[in-house]
Each structure stands twice: as C-alpha cells, then as structure tokens.
C-alpha cells in the first residue's frame, strides 16, 4: 500500500474505519501523496518509532522513539485479548487485494511471481530490490511468518537485493532464499555474483528483464514527458552467470520458469533465471 493505486482502493477505506491505528516502525517517506494523513483526523493514532519524525507526512496523537518491538510489547501488556475487525471487514479487504492482483493467463511479471510462489516451498525467504517488480511483488507474495520477505522498504535502494539475500542465506544455510531484481539493478551490482561464489550460497536470483527503468519510465511517460535516460540494451545474464560460476537459465513462460526453479532447488551452486517480460510489462499491474 501506499506506492500501489491499485492497492490504495482496498486498504485506505479499510484504514478510514480504523479507531486505532498502530505505526509500528512505519517509514512514509515513498509514499504517495494520497497517505499524506490518511487516517480520520479523530483517530488515535500511536507510533513507534527508532528515530524522531522529520517527514511531516502524517500526525500521530502518542509518538514513542526508541525501540520499536519493546514499544508494542509494553502497549500490550495486561490486555485483554478479543476480536479485531468482529464484522469481516479486514478479511473481505484481504479476499479483494487477492482478487486485484490475481495473476492472469499472460505471460509477465504476476505470472512469473505466481509461479516462483507455487514451486517454491512456503519457508522460502524472498528479498526484493527497488523498482516496479517490487511494488507488484509486494502485493503478491505471501509470507508464513515474519522476516521472509526482505527488502529496502524506506531508502528504496537499488542492488540490495542480491546482498540481502546472501546475507539471509548465510544466516539460515537451511531454508530456500530468492532473489527478485531488475536489470538495471543487477548490472548495478555485478561484482556481487563474485562473492555469491566465493562464499558458494546455491541462492535463486530472478532478475526481470525488460531493458527498462521501468518505475521511471511509467512516470515519465504519466506525466508527458519525453523518454529520456531510462531503455538500455540488453545483458546475456546466463553467460554472465556462467563467467560467475553459476548456472543461468532464461524463462519466457511459467513452464520454462519451473523447469528453471526446479533445477536451481536442486544445485549446490547459484542460479540466475532471466525472465524476458519485455517494455511496460507493468502497465495496468498495480
């Protein structure tokens, strides 16, 4: 939410019924501007926070720095528990965010999610780089528990993905790790693949082909402006992946992307699967 149109059609209603509202921890500085105060201005809002709020972004009638989990385990403290949301509303709100971001028959960035969500197993830890797959991928995948879906959610830093997802493979050597990135925020880090290999992690790297800065690319144009600085050519990631070390692996359908992903569980090296969904793949997604 708040970086999804698509999304802010669920979850600002949902958020206008609220009579408490939490921030655990929450960074707005991506958001749009519709989450400029979003809440009702009657509404107890209580943020935890590690730093003070400089962004002026939203109001908060309780504002707590310091730690944050420390935070809500003390507002927790002695209460009762009892329903959240009694009358549905926050399970219907799921239901219809599944049904928005449903992925189709067609080949292109929710397919190719889908179906790394379906073949790989649910402990699977994801991190994601910045861009548009991020903000599509975000709605998509489903995490059993916390900390498996990894990512730079405030300084929305391109090339973190892939040193993300070294690090939460050496920290749990056991559970499956992906890696979502972009073209360009790959070729930002290609030295990376060499200590991808030196450390030998048999990690998942999905990079989404498009030859596009396509965040910027989709804003531009919204705004009328000309193309300027964002299509580049592109990269033969499998032979890279090959010069690394790895394995690499070009899918262009969900069935190729299985056979891929079935072959990368199985390696005891990286994989680098190219998914070629081609320019504006992410109109319309979210």
Same mark, same amino acid.
């Given at each position: 939410?708040?970086?999804?149109?698509?999304?802010?059609? +669920?979850?600002?209603?949902?958020?206008?019924?609220?009579?408490?509202?939490?921030?655990?921890?929450?960074?707005?500085?991506?958001?749009?501007?519709?989450?400029?105060?979003?809440?009702?201005?009657?509404?107890?809002?209580?943020?935890?926070?590690?730093?003070?709020?400089?962004?002026?972004?939203? !109001? !908060?009638?309780?504002?707590?720095?310091?730690?944050?989990?420390?935070?809500?385990?003390?507002?927790?403290?002695?209460?009762?528990?009892?329903?959240?949301?009694?009358?549905?509303?926050?399970?219907?709100?799921?239901?219809?965010?599944?049904?928005?971001?449903?992925?189709?028959?067609?080949?292109?960035?929710?397919?190719?999610?889908?179906?790394?969500?379906?073949?790989?197993? !649910?402990?699977?830890?994801?991190? !994601?780089?910045?861009?548009?797959?991020?903000?599509?991928?975000?709605?998509?995948?489903?995490?059993?528990?916390?900390?498996?879906?990894?990512?730079?959610?405030?300084?929305?830093?391109?090339?973190?993905?892939?040193?993300?997802?070294?690090?939460?493979?050496?920290?749990a050597p056991e559970r499956p790790v992906v +890696?979502?990135?972009?073209?360009?925020?790959?070729?930002?880090?290609?030295?990376?693949?060499?200590t991808l290999r030196d450390l030998g992690l048999?990690?998942?790297?999905?990079?989404?082909?498009?030859?596009?800065?396509?965040?910027?690319?989709?804003?531009?144009?919204?705004?009328?402006?000309?193309? &300027?600085?964002?299509?580049?050519?592109?990269?033969?990631?499998?032979?890279?992946?090959?010069?690394?070390?790895? +394995?690499g692996a070009v899918a262009d359908s969900a069935?190729?992307?299985?056979?891929?992903?079935?072959?990368?569980?199985? &390696?005891?090296?990286?994989?680098?699967?190219?998914?070629?969904?081609?320019?504006?793949?992410?109109?319309?997604?979210?």
């Amino acid at each position: 939410a708040g970086l999804s149109p698509k999304a802010d059609t +669920v979850v600002l209603p949902l958020l206008q019924r609220s009579d408490c509202i939490v921030l655990a921890g929450y960074d707005p500085i991506e958001m749009r501007v519709g989450w400029r105060n979003p809440w009702p201005a009657d509404a107890p809002v209580i943020e935890f926070s590690a730093v003070a709020a400089t962004h002026g972004m939203h !109001a !908060a009638r309780h504002s707590f720095v310091g730690n944050v989990a420390a935070g809500l385990a003390a507002l927790g403290s002695g209460l009762e528990q009892h329903p959240v949301w009694p009358d549905g509303l926050a399970a219907a709100a799921r239901a219809a965010l599944r049904a928005k971001f449903a992925a189709g028959g067609d080949w292109g960035p929710a397919q190719a999610f889908a179906t790394v969500r379906a073949v790989l197993p !649910a402990d699977t830890i994801a991190t !994601a780089d910045s861009g548009a797959h991020r903000i599509l991928l975000s709605q998509m995948w489903s995490c059993p528990a916390p900390r498996t879906l990894l990512q730079s959610s405030g300084l929305c830093t391109m090339g973190c993905a892939l040193p993300l997802g070294m690090g939460a493979k050496l920290a749990a050597p056991e559970r499956p790790v992906v +890696v979502f990135v972009g073209d360009a925020g790959l070729e930002m880090v290609l030295g990376e693949l060499a200590t991808l290999r030196d450390l030998g992690l048999p990690l998942i790297v999905v990079v989404l082909v498009d030859r596009s800065l396509a965040l910027i690319e989709m804003k531009q144009r919204r705004s009328g402006l000309a193309n &300027r600085g964002v299509d580049f050519e592109g990269t033969d990631f499998s032979a890279v992946a090959a010069a690394f070390g790895g +394995v690499g692996a070009v899918a262009d359908s969900a069935a190729t992307l299985t056979e891929a992903l079935d072959g990368a569980l199985h &390696r005891n090296k990286f994989t680098l699967i190219s998914c070629v969904i081609g320019r504006r793949a992410y109109d319309g997604t979210f």
